[in-house]
């Protein structure tokens, strides 16, 4: 079997390694079997390690979906009914959440700030101070759409000094930016397979503290399907996902994370950053400029200003004939394209790449 490389420079799903592919063809079994049941359990302390949670501390609950799926749960299970979320939002992720607050009527603050920038902290605090009823803070780590990295460990220690829990949608760090969720102040964060470690579209994970889904049991049920305490206590239980788990998804998942483990975090990260270099010299010798300085830049995603007359469906077609594919950028305020360094993929992609963009802006 030979699989055609693509060089993926969206943000997710990412370009994977054949053994991942590979990794989904098993034979058919009810995902109801005890042995399926056990691949998922150890999946979900497998997804504990990369972020250096505790055990005895910390759980995963796994979902059927794209990341949203994530966000739908934390937004909707983790707030009492006299509580109120805080939504520190500085991008098109964040927003989302907010969205999320307004169709299942959450209590919250939809705390705005420019999408080109880093979250006033001062803000922060003094909302912090002036509502306390606030019960849980909320922010994107990577604002996949500008690349921009928010100060995630600064935020999560406002929230704890005002007894509120730390939700951050870590969708596109989690396993390519090493972190640990202690030194982070985060109680609650969340993946999806296709993003950081590698793996196949339609599995997604929120990693939580168990305390905070103990008290969770209390909370407004406002959604059936996506309840983070529902589908945590259904496995617990059953030892299987609630509804019918992406089983092919997450044989890939168990692949990537082995593959994620041989590789290291430090040695994947590294990857990822000459990966970001390479498109950060590329970029440069065609005078294209980044719409981010790099100072706030996550190192995983540069959004690229058009350059005059850029049009982006042809330059795109143009790529994609040739095995790359390039994204729309997701800042309203200025026309941008993506360029993002997940993936199984290292700096020669990228200069093949280079040479592929090169071609396809000078045949206008
Ligand atoms: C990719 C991503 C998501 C989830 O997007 P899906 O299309 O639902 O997988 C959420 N938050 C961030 C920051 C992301 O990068």
Redesign the pocket.
Known sequence: MDIKRNILLN???ATTTDTVKRAQLVPDICPREREFGALMRELGTDLLKVVHANEAEWTTVLFC???????DACVSSLIPADGKLLIVNN???SA?AAEMARAYSVPHIDLSFPVDGLPDLAVVERVLDETPDISAVYT??????TGILNPVREIGALAHAHGAVMIA?????YAMLPFSVDEMNIDVC?S?A??GIQGM?GL?FVLAKKAVLAAAKAYPVRSYYTNLVMQHTGFEQTGEMRFTPPVQTVYAAKRALAEYFAEGAAKKWARHTRTIDAIHAGLAKLGLKEAIPRAIQSGL?VAVEYPQDFDFTRVHDYCYERGYTIYPGKMQSAATFRLCALGAIDAPDIAGFFRVLEEALNAS
């Not at 979906?65 to 966000?71: D, E, K």
């Not at 949608?169 to 760090?173: E, K, V």
């Open positions: 943000p997710g799903p979906g794209s990341g949203t799926i994530c966000m991008g098109a992720y989302r994107t780590h990577q604002e996949t759409g949608d870590t969708i596109s760090t969340m999806s296709q993003k579209t997604s995603v």
